[in-house]
């Protein structure tokens, strides 16, 4: 892989370190990789102003990207390649997998840089790291942007030295040989296994070392389609999640919780009762509810249903989906005078929606004097362990946070509550517990997206867009899981003024991707009585989804296509390239039957951008199809769906993380919210929060990644829940005519019988045999 | 307590636990059989889905005293050994394919996926669009799309 040609084609050096170890350790900081110098990120906002460019977004001058990884600068730790004996090359990856493919994705960047089969690359989740700060969260589909070249650095100088350790070995020049199939190989054919080296190669004191990075025109494994190195586990069922950890006597734990959102136990009157229930070992209060521990999960539902207890009224008592909305009208920014020229006004209802994951919220805690041990599948290890440390009264040092596989986050996984419970009941009844909450927990108790409304105005006059305004509104976003802290550290060096973290945050993820005119969005944010959290994509596929129906309106008031005003008003090629061949890819134009239609919408975010084109069918026939305890409703027949990332790590998981946004994106805009009433959410189980199922599912489906753009990989994990969204809810107003403008649109029906809320579990059903088939 | 005896995959078991214990937890919490996966606990989700006797079941919703010693549970685990492979020919479309994200639902909907081709199959017909249409397992993870490609690759060589 040298050759003169590199050089002129630009490697860049950087640097790393050799670890004193027995065996080979290479390192590097875990530091941002230089964002990409684009035209925009030289414009100072001053600059922009002067040279009269209309309204300089901030996302253009710095991303939510660029935050976290600056934030991550002064702080950042090493992180480490190990080659063993065995010829296996291992690496403790400070992130947390939940289903977006980040280790296969690592496992790539090493196997690219060492030249070894992907086989032998083992990728593992490190524990919490507090040295790493706020470097050890997974979030903001930062992961990949945030960790490319320090891995690639660490697994460089385990290759330079490999190299080195060979050439002394062989009697050859290092400049003569080359890594091939997990070993060093000389000109002669002979080969030394990079396991045969891992001694010789190790270094008995920490010195830094200088090497260079291949640029992607080099590489062979980067930005080759690759499966996911997780996949054989997962099929055979050998993959392990937290509760199919056996962590010795951590026995199954459930909590009985209240009937109203944060309620707290008042009383119980069969305590003792309970307790001598089959297979119960105990039962204790705790701040969030009655704990039971039994034998099996099965009797704890049992006992938790068994509980009588009084509760005292929860945080959000007596609130309704009308009462919250009342509130966000009250809490919205003002849009200013209506200007003289034409516009087009809209406001957007977005209801509450869950962000549970198919795992439900769950940890084990094994807490013993003067010490503990947690397990679950965290993105936010290092608040996690800080926060269990302060409720246990131990040193964080005494604290063990293991960071297990997660079955899937969403967001959800940001948060601790489970870690954070297990902790306290093992700590009260000092045994190791392995503690679940039951779906219907998770639904009504658990983190949610909050209510928000979008309220925008556009001006424009013939064929220009004079201004666009967008006054988000939203039941506050609990960002407290330790993104706060980089922006609160890094909040005096933004051109955003005094505004506080979730502005910020608001602002550095919401792009203004067209030219249209003095452009501002702005966001206010009311009502801290519920659990809330960022659900995958946090505010953007509301905003987008806002933008994109207005855009459509402007369209139709200019006489212009939907595709053909978006690609005029798109401000750059890569932006309209990705527009064009989803487009053209999809047949935008192609007729269509009445009450079928296509919509199109575009939306940029974490230095990508995507398009996408639906097909939706609205006809009676189709709405109206019945499936048991379902919505059915309009059907997405077709999504295509065209993506650039910059560097498209593994094309296959990319298409993977774009399917799975695009499930969730049909959700958000046709079928899926949680009904709030008298401070509960009504909703308690799969088939009544109406996440995207087989018959909804798109019958073609075509993600199109563009070919690579950058030297540097952008985000993709959230990416296409946004576009795909909006592009729904355009081919829904297209298709029935009506702009929709309550969110998910089938809000307004109540699709199912209300579980009750007291016992709050239901009971586990008997009749499991009539349904075979 | 009562004991219970049945098979799992492939070998007789006989487990010592109260009469109304669901299934998954006398698999997961008792013999330390973690395939099944709970998602709902009242058969919505359909994670914890297995086979009882070749078809398939949701152990969530069976108490253990309605198994006969003769009743052949199949979990995930034992899905190959059924075929006498090293892994069973839908496993190895959902390889091909790429399908699991987070793998959670995943055990779950590879037991309900060769169910559902064994059916169709027992009926004289192929996989079509609206038998897919009816699985009712959840993937939250969005893995739908290409749960129905496997589907259809596995059928291939079921
Ligand atoms: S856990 Fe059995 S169907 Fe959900
Ligand atoms: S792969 Fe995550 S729930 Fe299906």
Redesign the pocket.
Known sequence: MTGPTDETIGRRRFLGYVVAAPTLVAAAELVPSAPAATPAAAVSPEAAAAAGLPSPDLTELLDLNDVMTAAALPTSNLISVEVGTDGMVSFALPRAEVGQGITTSTAMLIAEELAVPLERVRVTLADARPELLFNQLTGGSNTTVSTYTPIRVAASVARLRLTQAAAAELGVPAAELRLEGGAVVAPSGRRLDIGALAVKAASASTRQVSVELAPRAGFSVIGRPHNRIDALAAVTGRKKFTMDLDVPDAKPTMVCRPPTINGKVDSVSNLAEVRAMPGVTDAVVIATGVAVRAETFGQCIDAVRALRVTWKPGTAAGKSDESVLRELAAAELPLGLRPPTPTVEATFTFHFRGNSALEPNCAIADVRAGRAEIWSALKSPIVAQQAIAAKLGLPVGKVTVHVTEGGGSFGRKLFFDAALEAAEVSQKIGKPVKLMWH?ADDARQGRVHPMATSRVRAAYLGQTVLSYKQRHTSVSTDLGHGLGEIFTALAARLPVGDVGFSQTFFHLSQAMSYDFGASSHLLAETDKDFNTGSMRNVYSPDVTCARELVVDQLAARMGKDPYRFRHSFLRDDRSRAVLARAAEAGGWGRAMAPGTAQGIAFHAEYKSVSACLVEIDCRPETVNRTVRDAVTGPRVTKVVFAVDVGLAVNPRGLEAQMMGGISDGIALALTSSLHLRDGYFLEAS?DNYFYTRQWNTPLDLQVIVMPSTSEQPGGAGELAVAGSMAAVACAYGRATGTMPTTFPINHGTLSFTPKPTVPPVPPSPTDGLDHAR | MPEHTFRVNGEQVTVDVADDVRL?WVLRDILGITG??????????????SHLNGKAV????IPVKDLRPSDEVTTIEGLPATVGQELHPMQRAWLEQDVAQCGYCQP?QIMAAVALVNRVAAEGRTITDADLDGIR??CRCGTYVRIRQAIRKGAESM
């Open positions: 779906r799969w | 998954l099944p996966k709970y998602g709902c606990g009242i058969n919505v989700c359909k994670a914890c889905t949701n152990p969530c919703a779950g397992n959840i």
